[in-house]
């Protein structure tokens, strides 16, 4: 046997490039359970990055360990080993490989380099800025250091720093698209869409290898500039990469906007997840054998309300008076928020309503997966889903026995990680479950929860709000990305058809109200039938409403939250029964209030219905008679029901799991 290892090992010496010659060395030493030399742990290891670029990764990692334990104190084994796990979606390890590397190559930036972009990906940001930076001290010019170090700031929520990084990045390689699209990702969190769109065009035109998502954040800005020109060919680009399956990147919330269906959404947002937890999952949070329940002394269910929205923001206005009106007798209310303190009085009620506070901010998404399973939560409910700010690789490591997805994302996360999404008969109807990656728990009602505590502030005249004090105001504060061309060509035939009416919309860009205007004068409506109102404080905001006569809805995303503040200040709302969970929260909420009627089966109806309205002043004050008699009434702002029938199916959930409840 010897004899025929070293006739083998002649060969290969005689042959280095031979693949076949040394597939069989690496055999006979493995039956052999014999370790090679450093030369042949080398050349094992760059067989193995053969296998890897050929597609092979999975026969890569084996080759590479075989060659790591062969000559354990090279690091350039341990750095080929780290791209093969980097490679198989393996974050955690494929740090630690580089870790090794950079530990054993104290002087090759490229190893430290990759050790912090892994440390970026685990969010441990302060490690991953340490070792980005002695990759920089290594070698100043290296610019995918700089790249990854600016990723750092950016995902920290140093945003100014992230854009200086980035441009960094760009001295030294103008033609990188990637640093043109992160560039451009940062401008658009800073409010500067403007700015943004150039730079994910210019992504775009020099190639990225997954473009999905610059595609995305580009047809999104656009839509919240109100550009419409070319969106058609852009959007048809996006759709073709769900159907195709040709990108993970592309953000599930900006896809809703396509309009192109529940089954293809769920495909999206399966991807994205996909993309965004990947590697998670390898390390476990408790040791084997651990239990994985905790015996609650107590018999109270621990529910916590994972979001990065505990401040003046939307969810945190719908959840507020459910947080307070929850049963104590049998649940435990945690707030575990990742995102920042305002200051603000909305933050301190929560923070007052909630029994405990978990500050996971700053934390990697490890570490606070271990904070939470620390805390002993049995049902963990992420009220982000894909959202803004979200971060799914926090419940992506299993930190409570039940997890479920709720109010912040209107449909499936498409996350194995996630058992359930709360919804109710509306927005998710029986019949289509397939269109969820999660079980279906509907709440009887309507899925959203109200503050019926929530004040209104004094009316304004119509005057001081640049109204007419005559005629029909049709208005919708919706953000402007969510009106499209199609819908804007129904509101402008509507205004032409009614001459003494007004359309009353949310001011946002500088670019919005002049693209608008110049949109409708090309549909034959003067600009100033368009009106425009500034932003305001929530009880000054409320006010306006009542200043108007029909609150118009927009789809394929319609109002979710505006929807429910245009209600609770008393002003109805026509709606379309959309395709999808986003489409069809208006309808969810109209039902629940007691204006089903209202509630349109298609486009055309609904334009109808408008123009209908609007030529009978009588009707419309009926409907807010309607409307006011229903409030107090209304199982949308009955808070108490609402939370009785949460909590019946946070029960449900709980006991399906079958988990101990000692």
């Known amino acids: 046997m010897h004899t025929a290892l070293a006739d083998q090992r002649r060969r290969v010496a005689a042959q280095p490039g031979n693949v076949a010659a040394l597939t069989d060395l690496f055999a006979t030493l493995d039956r052999l359970n014999q370790p090679g030399t450093p030369e042949e742990a080398v050349a094992r290891s760059n067989f193995a990055e053969h296998l890897r670029r050929q597609g092979r990764a999975v026969e890569a990692e084996a080759h590479h360990r075989r060659a790591v334990a062969w000559l354990p104190g090279f690091g350039g084994n341990h750095f080929n080993l780290g791209v093969t796990l980097q490679a198989l979606g393996r974050i955690a390890e494929a740090a630690e490989a580089y870790g090794d590397a950079a530990r054993l190559m104290p002087t090759f930036a490229g190893a430290a380099c990759n050790h912090g972009a892994m440390l970026r990906e685990l969010g441990r940001w302060d490690e991953a800025e340490a070792e980005l930076r002695r990759a920089l001290a290594l070698d100043a010019g290296l610019a995918a250091g ?12 140093q945003s100014e720093r992230a854009a200086q990084g980035f441009r960094a990045v760009l001295i ?3 033609d990188l698209a990637e640093a043109h699209a992160n560039l451009a990702l940062v401008l658009k969190e800073s409010g500067r ?5 150039t730079g994910f065009e210019r992504a775009l035109r020099l190639g990225l290898a997954d473009a999905g998502g610059a595609l995305a954040q580009l047809i999104q800005q656009r839509r919240h500039l109100c550009r419409w020109d070319g969106l058609d060919t852009l959007s048809a680009r996006l759709v073709a990469m769900v159907r195709d399956g040709t990108s993970q990147q592309i953000h599930p919330w900006i896809f809703l906007g396509e309009g192109a269906g529940p089954r293809l959404e769920r495909r999206c947002a399966e991807r994205y997840s996909a993309w965004r937890t990947r590697g998670i999952g390898i390390t476990p949070l408790e040791p084997p054998g651990a239990p ?3 015996h609650r002394t107590d018999g109270r269910l621990r529910v916590a309300y ?11 206005v719908l959840i507020a008076e459910l947080i307070e009106r929850h049963d104590r007798t049998r649940f435990v209310i945690v707030g575990a928020s990742y995102g920042p303190d305002d200051g603000g009085p909305l933050r301190a009620r929560l923070r007052q309503g909630f029994d405990h506070w978990l500050e996971l901010s700053g934390l990697s998404d490890t570490d606070a997966a271990r904070r939470l399973r620390d805390a002993g939560i049995d049902i963990l409910v992420d009220l982000k889903g894909h959202t803004s700010a979200a971060r799914p690789g926090i419940a992506a490591h299993r930190p409570a026995s039940v997890q479920a997805q709720w109010l912040g994302y209107p ?9 359930w999404v709360i919804a109710d008969a509306t927005v998710a109807p029986p019949g289509r479950e397939d269109e969820f990656s999660e079980r279906v728990i509907r709440l009887p009602d309507s899925y959203q929860p109200n503050d019926r505590t929530r004040r209104i502030g004094d009316t304004p005249s119509r005057a001081a709000c640049g ?9 919708c504060f919706n953000a402007a990305y969510k009106i499209t061309p199609d819908l804007f060509d129904r509101w402008c035939r509507v205004l032409a058809a009614r001459p003494n009416t007004v359309l009353w919309l949310l001011d946002s860009h500088p670019e919005v109200a002049p693209n608008l205007r110049r949109e409708a004068v090309a549909r034959g409506v003067s600009a100033d039938r368009l009106v425009f109102s500034p932003r305001l404080p929530g009880p000054e905001y409320l006010a306006r409403y009542r200043l108007a006569d029909l609150f118009l809805d927009t789809g394929p995303v319609g109002a979710h939250t505006t929807a429910s503040d245009a209600l ?8 379309v029964m959309g395709n999808a969970f986003a489409g069809r929260v208006g309808a969810s909420l109209l039902r629940a209030v007691g204006l089903p009627d209202l509630v349109m089966p298609d486009w055309d109806a609904y334009e109808d219905r408008i123009l209908s309205l609007t030529r009978k002043p009588e009707a419309l004050v009926a409907l807010k008679t309607r409307l006011a008699d229903a409030l107090s009434q209304a199982p949308l702002f009955d808070t108490d029901r609402f939370a009785c029938a949460l909590e019946a199916a946070y029960a449900r959930m709980w006991a399906e799991a079958g988990p101990d409840q000692g």
């Open 411 to 419: 449909g499936t996360m498409g996350a194995p990680f996630i058992d």
């Open 306 to 316: 994972l979001s990065a929205d505990f401040h003046e923001h939307a969810t945190a």
């Open 193 to 197: 869409q403007a700015d943004s769109v």
């Open 467 to 475: 109204l007419p004090d005559n005629g029909v105001v049709l208005c």
């Open 172 to 174: 030294l390689r103008p």
């Open 568 to 575: 609770w200040a008393g002003l109805p709302m026509v709606t």
């Open 146 to 157: 700089w790249l990854n170090l600016a990723a750092v700031w950016r995902d920290s929520g």
């Open 292 to 294: 994985q329940v905790r």
